[in-house]
T-cell receptor, first 109, second 112 residues
Framework: GEDVEQSLFLSVREGDSSVINCTYTDSSSTYLYWYKQEPGAGLQLLTY?????DMKQDQRLTVLLNKKDKHLSLRIADTQTGDSAIYFCADNYGQNFVFGPGTRLSVLP | DGGITQSPKYLFRKEGQNVTLSCEQNLNHDAMYWYRQDPGQGLRLIYYSQIVNDFQKGDIAEGYSVSREKKESFPLTVTSAQKNPTAFYLC???????????FGPGTRLTVL
């Protein structure tokens, strides 16, 4: 079946850029997603990219997709303390979504 | 406002008791999902429903049951057969299966 991998932790300084990486195994996915989860809350859809796109930009967020390497990244420009959260990569594989384990982003003052 | 609601936010139960978690959506979505999240782990699919009166088991359905009598509602029952029920439970919905999923705020269940 599909497997989605992410590094578990990332620390950055406030004002720096954050880059969260994700790899997946299925090449037939239509969309790939990024969700954000704050402590004790549900998942908030941040952005998604159609599989025939290489890049999508939305304000401070940039998503890059390398289909050849099956690699997805989320760049957050000018990272703020409010960006501290867990970020999940997800892939709509088959009938359902497959989620990565999540990357915990810590923003240091 | 359209959205997904889950209740209660916190739930405590004694071992051996069944408990039902509520999930309601007013987005007119056909598909609904239940996930379990354990500390430091990703989401695991418990059950999903693509349409009213139909549902399928996910990866970890043992010890859980669901019903889908109305489009808006997809309650999850955690039975006494579930060996380790303490977790954070998330409900989601999508227009149709494979579409973008939107999540509720979650219910934290603790077994005492």
């Amino acid at each position: 079946g599909e497997d989605v991998e992410q590094s578990l932790f990332l620390s950055v300084r406030e004002g720096d850029s954050s880059v969260i990486n994700c790899t997946y195994t299925d090449s037939s996915s239509t969309y790939l997603y990024w969700y954000k989860q704050e402590p004790g809350a549900g998942l908030q859809l941040l952005t998604y990219i159609f599989s025939n796109m290489d890049m999508k930009q939305d304000q401070r967020l940039t998503v890059l997709l390398n289909k050849k390497d099956k690699h997805l990244s989320l760049r957050i420009a000018d990272t703020q303390t409010g960006d501290s959260a867990i970020y999940f990569c997800a892939d709509n594989y088959g009938q359902n979504f497959v989620f990565g384990p999540g990357t915990r982003l810590s923003v240091l003052p | 406002d359209g959205g997904i609601t889950q209740s209660p936010k916190y739930l405590f139960r004694k071992e051996g008791q069944n408990v039902t978690l509520s999930c309601e959506q007013n987005l007119n979505h056909d598909a609904m999902y239940w996930y379990r999240q354990d500390p430091g782990q990703g989401l695991r699919l418990i059950y999903y429903s693509q349409i009213v009166n139909d549902f399928q088991k996910g990866d970890i359905a043992e010890g859980y049951s669901v019903s889908r009598e109305k489009k808006e509602s997809f309650p999850l029952t955690v039975t006494s057969a579930q060996k380790n029920p303490t977790a954070f439970y998330l409900c989601a919905s999508s227009m149709r299966d494979r579409d973008t999923q939107y999540f509720g705020p979650g219910t934290r269940l603790t077994v005492l």
